[in-house]
């Protein structure tokens, strides 16, 4: 079993910045891929950055140039730096990772960003 902790959502004005934690602990092997996903409320969950256990980062179009994902291995811990918020990023963020030795997924219990206009 992984367990997948989220820390640093918040309150923050437009423009403003945020930055997400990730903090895995359990039985790990391996997680890769490792990502962000977010549901705003009535909208599906959505992919917004994800990256795998030698770095390589994807973005969801609406967060390129803005947010940037990164992952420390030595501590099981991924980040998500979110600059330049909108209020459209207004969402629960959760952390998702894959076990890649049993092709387990995990999720974290989410965290709140809200940024007001």
């Known amino acids: 079993q992984v367990q997948l902790a989220e820390s640093g959502g918040g309150l923050v004005q437009f423009g403003g910045s945020l930055r997400l934690s990730c903090v895995a602990s359990g039985t790990i092997f391996r997680l890769n891929p490792m990502g962000w996903y977010r549901q705003a409320p009535g909208k599906e969950r959505e992919l917004v950055a994800s990256?795998?256990?030698?770095?390589?980062?994807t973005y969801a179009d609406a967060v390129k140039g803005r947010f940037t994902i990164s992952r420390d291995n030595t501590k099981i811990t991924m980040y998500l730096q979110m600059n330049s918020l909108k209020p459209e990023d207004t969402a629960v963020y959760y952390c998702y990772a894959r076990e890649s030795r049993w092709g387990s997924d995990y999720w974290g219990q989410g965290t709140q960003v809200t940024v007001s206009s």
């Open positions: 990256i795998t256990s030698t770095g390589g980062a």
